[in-house]
């Protein structure tokens, strides 16, 4: 049963965070954004905890190394999460070493701005418009300033391209109200925002995973067409991001060690990447061949007692590293 009213919708739209945040569907607005996760005590520098699958710990140098080898890191975030910002900056600091290294391209994607706006993130990128000016029209996320401002401003002091990669709000509300069909009545100025049509749909282990998330988060009702929007989002992010490798990356053979190849590192949801479905399967759907790294972030009480054996029980499969970060409730292994 579709969903008709404008509540309904920006509940269906506040999906995705949920998914992310850990955080139940309830009467949050929309556009309120995502409740930041209070951390408890820890290294104010570096508030997360690294793990390989086994549940090892693992340090940002094991990281780096399989980083010089892949075309995409997907970093799978907790929204609002303090840790897991803090981790991002510091992997976005790492990596412009590791790439200035190695002679790559480093190209920092965001789901957090819409594909619209890439014009005037170029612009602001370049000093051709203030701050101000360009998030009058961006769009940003209401936790911008806390959490992606200071990576996005290393970024630019760096010189590096950023993507605007999600799709904009006003297409995927209309998928929200009547299926992704109903994009190829939009003029062509909208497709230059999205991905092709029709755009690859979600799996049978992405569509279980939803499944069991939505039980999860006792959402009773996300919207008959609630996944088609997850899908598009995926897509949306994939193909940036596959626009943007050009031609230099993601073959067959990977071009692992070739100067010049674009690495991107991509911010997002956890849900859109975990067990490499979502993104990675959309890209891989664009790009056969691709080389990724998947960190997925989970916040907990206390890092330091992380239960190595039954974690890695749990994680296999789910990414390549585990950041554990200091929140008072997380929903962590």
Same mark, same amino acid.
């Given at each position: 049963?579709?969903?008709?009213?404008?509540?309904?919708?920006?509940?269906?739209?506040?999906?995705?965070?949920?998914?992310?945040?850990?955080?139940?569907?309830?009467?949050?607005?929309?556009?309120?954004?995502?409740?930041?996760?209070?951390?408890?005590?820890?290294?104010?520098?570096?508030?997360? #905890?690294?793990?390989?699958?086994?549940?090892?710990?693992?340090?940002?140098?094991?990281?780096?190394?399989?980083?010089?080898?892949? *075309?995409?890191?997907?970093?799978?975030?907790?929204?609002? *999460?303090?840790?897991?910002?803090?981790?991002?900056?510091?992997?976005?600091?790492?990596?412009?070493?590791?790439?200035?290294?190695?002679?790559?391209?480093?190209?920092?994607?965001?789901?957090?701005? *819409?594909?619209?706006?890439?014009?005037?993130?170029?612009?602001?990128?370049? *000093?051709?418009?203030?701050?101000?000016?360009?998030?009058?029209?961006?769009?940003?996320?209401?936790?911008?300033?806390?959490?992606?401002?200071?990576?996005?401003?290393?970024?630019?002091?760096? $010189?590096?391209?950023?993507?605007?990669?999600?799709?904009?709000?006003?297409?995927?509300?209309?998928?929200?109200?009547?299926?992704?069909?109903?994009?190829?009545?939009?003029?062509?100025?909208?497709? #230059?925002?999205?991905?092709?049509?029709?755009?690859?749909?979600?799996?049978?282990?992405?569509?279980?995973?939803? =499944?069991?998330?939505?039980?999860?988060?006792?959402?009773?009702?996300?919207?008959?067409?609630?996944?088609?929007?997850?899908?598009?989002?995926?897509?949306?992010?994939?193909?940036?991001?596959?626009?943007?490798?050009?031609? =230099?990356?993601?073959?067959?053979?990977?071009?692992?060690?070739?100067?010049?190849?674009?690495?991107?590192?991509?911010?997002?949801?956890?849900?859109?990447?975990?067990?490499?479905?979502?993104?990675?399967?959309?890209?891989?759907?664009?790009?056969?061949?691709?080389?990724?790294?998947?960190?997925?972030?989970?916040?907990?009480?206390?890092?330091?007692?992380?239960?190595?054996?039954?974690? $890695?029980?749990?994680?296999?499969?789910?990414?390549?590293?585990?950041?554990?970060?200091?929140?008072?409730?997380?929903?962590?292994?």
């Amino acid at each position: 049963m579709l969903l008709s009213s404008a509540g309904a919708t920006a509940a269906l739209l506040l999906v995705p965070q949920l998914l992310a945040s850990g955080e139940r569907v309830g009467g949050t607005d929309a556009t309120a954004g995502p409740e930041r996760v209070q951390p408890t005590a820890a290294d104010p520098d570096r508030p997360w #905890r690294l793990h390989h699958p086994d549940g090892s710990e693992a340090g940002i140098e094991d990281l780096m190394d399989q980083a010089s080898t892949v *075309d995409v890191i997907f970093l799978g975030e907790r929204h609002g *999460d303090p840790g897991t910002h803090a981790l991002q900056l510091h992997l976005l600091e790492a990596l412009i070493e590791v790439a200035d290294q190695v002679g790559r391209e480093l190209i920092l994607s965001f789901e957090m701005f *819409d594909r619209d706006v890439q014009a005037v993130l170029d612009e602001f990128l370049a *000093d051709l418009i203030t701050e101000d000016q360009f998030l009058s029209v961006a769009r940003p996320w209401p936790n911008y300033a806390s959490d992606y401002r200071p990576t996005l401003l290393r970024a630019k002091e760096a $010189g590096l391209r950023v993507l605007a990669a999600n799709t904009p709000r006003r297409y995927s509300d209309r998928v929200s109200r009547l299926g992704s069909a109903s994009l190829r009545d939009l003029p062509t100025e909208a497709h #230059r925002h999205l991905p092709p049509l029709p755009f690859p749909e979600a799996s049978s282990a992405y569509r279980s995973e939803w =499944e069991e998330r939505m039980d999860q988060i006792a959402h009773p009702h996300a919207g008959e067409h609630a996944l088609e929007v997850q899908a598009l989002w995926d897509a949306s992010m994939a193909f940036a991001i596959h626009e943007a490798l050009g031609t =230099e990356a993601g073959g067959t053979d990977g071009g692992a060690g070739r100067l010049g190849r674009p690495l991107v590192l991509h911010l997002t949801g956890s849900f859109h990447v975990e067990n490499r479905t979502g993104i990675p399967e959309a890209l891989r759907h664009y790009r056969p061949g691709i080389r990724d790294l998947v960190i997925t972030a989970w916040p907990v009480e206390t890092p330091e007692d992380f239960d190595q054996a039954t974690a $890695g029980a749990r994680l296999s499969g789910l990414a390549d590293f585990l950041a554990l970060t200091p929140g008072d409730r997380g929903s962590g292994p």
